[in-house]
T-cell receptor, first 118, second 119 residues
């Protein structure tokens, strides 16, 4: 079974600074997808960024970028120029690329609470 | 982006009663929906995968008879908590899988969640 581990329960950053959230995963699959979701105090889950395992290039979305190390099974999220609105709980998630009755199923990490200080 | 709604957003009920939570994909059809449970400051725990027109697939340890899932249409899935008890109090989140004919861009979109309190 796949597992996703976020070893940082809490992180903090000063506004305008950069912060990196860590995520490691364990899988025997070679074809899969990785995601970072954000859950602000409203508790609405928001997709931040996604990475296809077959792509070597790291995904970027504006101020958000990932460092995907497939061999090390590591998938960290870097937030640049942090803003107060970035404060949230961040979840790393894994999805295998396969069909069946559980197609699309996500495995989540434990989450990291990010605090942004003004 | 794709929109998924949940109703109600919060509900308080007495112990022993049943509660139904609706999950709707508003601007796309979803063959597959998922139901999660989340405790404060914890991760999402997948309860079951709901497939339109077929029986839901429950995760290990989730009671099928207690958490009834019905996915009667491509835009609606419901979760019914039967004979609710205080330990069922939690935050329930649904998601809908938006497919585009290619695995690469298939994405789960989440509802805003339902807070259930059982007295």
């Amino acid at each position: 079974a796949q597992t996703v581990t976020q070893s940082q329960p809490e992180m903090s950053v000063q506004e305008a600074e950069t912060v990196t959230l860590s995520c490691t995963y364990d899988t025997s699959e070679s074809d899969y997808y990785l995601f970072w979701y954000k859950q602000p105090p409203s508790r609405q889950m928001i997709l931040v960024i996604r990475q296809e395992a077959y792509k070597q290039q790291n995904a970027t979305e504006n101020r958000f970028s990932v460092n995907f190390q497939k061999a090390a099974k590591s998938f960290s999220l870097k937030i640049s120029d942090s803003q107060l609105g970035d404060a949230a709980m961040y979840f790393c998630a894994y999805r295998r690329n396969a069909g069946g009755t559980s197609y699309g199923k996500l495995t989540f990490g434990q989450g990291t609470i990010l605090t942004v200080h003004p | 982006g794709a929109v998924v709604s949940q109703h109600p957003s919060w509900v308080i009920c007495k112990s022993g009663t049943s509660v139904k939570i609706e999950c709707r994909s508003l601007d796309f059809q979803a063959t597959t929906m998922f139901w999660y449970r989340q405790f404060p400051k914890q991760s999402l725990m997948l309860m079951a995968t709901s497939n339109e027109g077929s029986k839901a697939t429950y995760e290990q340890g989730v009671e099928k008879d207690k958490f009834l899932i019905n996915h009667a249409s491509l835009t609606l899935s419901t979760l019914t908590v039967t004979s609710a008890h205080p330990e069922d109090s939690s935050f329930y989140i649904c998601s809908a899988l938006r497919t585009s004919g290619g695995l690469t861009t298939d994405t789960q979109y989440f509802g805003p969640g339902t807070r259930l309190t059982v007295l």
